[in-house]
């Protein structure tokens, strides 16, 4: 009956702050207006050679100079030169808003979810006119305090290749890593090492715990007024505070420092506690403060990591210090494997042997050597600082050539589905039988329980038969095709930045999801960015058989797609309609790659970014080949597409709108959209649908709508009521 009440409550608790976040999201009404705001700078602003972005929490609003009720936090990008935004500092800006959305798609990223659980009520940018004001310089605030030491840190090693790797370990500002430094952390298991978590806080706890006790026991005078252990406790428990304000309070952190908290009270008073009422209380008590922290993968992995040491150590108590630590480090790695699967669908298989060795170097040398460093320059001992600091990237920069060497080790990871739930239940369970005690018998059958996990593959479709996916990358392009015993790609989405883009964030997650290993061919419509920007990513990562483009020498070794081209896949017919041999290959709109798949129950057309120039060849070239069932529709809705005679003689049931949500271009046009209806054509953006997946069945088109079929409480109503009459 206890533990019924208190989950009682924690769901009420849970609701309570879920409604609260909800309450703060921007009005639908204000999406795409200037508003005039007052807010604080809340967080370490980001900057690169575009823009910087931070987050402003909102004090006041107007609209049209009239005063509005709505504050809120949101996350804003700067695209103006000329002003230093930094952390703490007042601001009068205007900007122009939108409600949270993200790309939905099967294996990725969900952005909106992690916007709800970072409490962003909108994004958006800075107007250029009228002047943004700075109304008060930056107040002596935690974030600001973060934001100069790494100012001083980026001062001390300007251009230095390691300096954002020092950065992220002494104040927990990541944006200095580049994805060279990621992608080498994850093939071998140590990215946790830059996030500030308890590995690091309880090392800094322990080494000021014991050198204060000899410290403070030498005049041995002192141990009169307080006992050495209750000083080593006060110490311990202020250096780790230090530390976890420094990294902002991460989930992480805030596990770390409530666990350390109960145990320098068990020393203060002289009381023991059992470790798994520690791990709880720390969870109680995070929960409490923000039940959203369950969303984040960084929650589990934490919790997880620790119950895990605890439960291995029993019955290991009498080894020696080493074999416990190699013990722990085996079993952190088959421990969190089922989890990182569901995360990530891959974990690092070599994490034991180079975490056995990243681990003493960053949290033995590096982290104190920086921490010591940047006390003691903000102690006035400048010089010493500089030098302890230098010192520690460069031993990061001789180090990191072994992580390298590790992560082009094949293989150094272990690429997985997603696991269903009872995949992975049966996957824990096996987890405990096999890091059992060594007393317990037959552990080696805990492997079997992993089989489930290891072996079941997805459904595909069936011989004569086929999938098509238009995936959501916003205002581009990417599809993939599926038919019993191969694969292809139409496009691949467009890239954001050298960070970020969507053939890394969106494509690959969804081939991981649908235990897709190798692409049988990559054909890339047409040049621009928002159609081959993911190409180059997902070509390093994903084995490709045969790249096709509309434009020479995008991709590298790229053949050129033509009229005529065609092959057949397990019993589904494609055929390349255009550019004809003698059409454009410059790589305009015109120029691309006109696709017609055929299976037994029905046809889909993929037309690019076509403008009615290329309509109109294409009704002269192949108009008895255009009837098609479903078609992706040109060039994302835009106006200069989708003349008449071509719908007319496409005549699709079904047509899909690849579109960014609220996009410069306001694509679909409402023309257009009016010219489907008015055929009765049904019509799908990825904008409101997420990911839409068709496949054939005797009646026809079926649809799967992934926004609507993973419908979430969080996601935002994106589609108004006008546009809802129009898009069925």
Known sequence: MFLAS???????????????????????????????????????????????????????????????????????????????????????????????????????FDYEAWMFRQRIAGTGYVRKAPEPVRLSESATSLDAVREMVGSQIQTILYQKKS??????????????????HWQVMRETGTNHLMAISGLHIGLIAGLVFFLVRWLWALPAITVLWLPAQRMAALASMSAAGVYAALAGFSIPTQRALI???VVMLMVWFKHRIQTSQVLLGALLVILALDPLAVMAPGFWLSFFAVGIIAYVLQGRQKQPRWQQFIVIQLAITIGLMPLLFVFFQQASIISPITNAIAIPFFSFLVVPVSLLGVALLNAGL???????????????????PVLEYGANLIPSTWAALAPSGWTWLLAMMGVLWLLAPPVWPARWLGLVLWLPLLTVTPERPEQGKLWLTQLDVGQGLATVIQTRTHTMIYDTGPKYSERFDTGQAVVIPFLQKQGIQRVNKL??????????????????????????????????????????????????????????????HTGNNNGACVLKINEKNGSILLTGDIEI??????????????????MVVPHHGSKTSSHDEFLDKVSPRLAIISAGYRNRYRHP???????????????????????????????????????????????????????RRLIH
């Open 6 to 108: 208190v989950l009682l409550v924690g769901f009420f608790w849970s609701v309570l702050h879920a409604n609260f976040v909800l309450a703060q999201r921007l009005p639908a009404q204000l999406e795409g207006k200037d508003l005039v705001v007052v807010g604080r700078v809340v967080n370490l602003p980001h900057k690169d050679q575009r823009r910087t972005k931070f987050r402003l929490q909102v004090n006041q609003a107007k609209l049209e100079g009239n005063a509005l009720t709505w504050q809120g936090l949101v996350q804003i990008n700067n695209y103006n030169s000329g002003y230093n935004i930094r952390a703490g500092e007042t601001w009068k800006l205007t900007i122009r808003l939108k409600r949270p959305h993200g790309f939905q798609n099967p294996g990725g």
């Open 163 to 180: 300096s954002g790797i020092i950065t992220a370990l002494v104040n927990g500002d990541r944006s200095g890593l580049t994805p060279a």
């Open 259 to 261: 666990m350390l908290l």
């Open 382 to 400: 400048e010089s010493s600082g500089v030098l302890l600091i230098t010192f520690a990237e460069y031993a990061v920069s001789w180090f990191w």
């Open 523 to 584: 054909m890339i419509s047409h040049g621009d960015n928002d159609h081959i920007g993911g190409a180059n990513s997902i070509l390093k990562a994903i084995k490709i058989d045969s790249t096709t483009s509309g434009e020479p020498g995008k991709p590298d070794g790229a053949t050129l797609c033509q009229a005529g081209q065609s092959w057949t896949w397990d019993g589904v017919s494609f055929q390349v309609l255009h550019p004809r041999e003698d059409g454009d």
């Open 613 to 630: 120039e290329a309509e109109e060849v294409l009704l002269q070239a192949s108009g008895g080949l255009l009837k098609s069932d479903v």
């Open 669 to 723: 046009s409402q023309k257009i959209v009016k010219r489907y209806q008015k055929r009765k054509i049904k019509l799908l953006n990825t904008a409101e649908s997420g990911a839409i997946t068709v496949s054939f069945g005797v009646n026809g088109p079926v649809v799967s709508r992934y926004r609507q079929k993973r419908q979430r409480f969080w996601f935002a109503q994106t589609t108004s009521s006008k546009a």
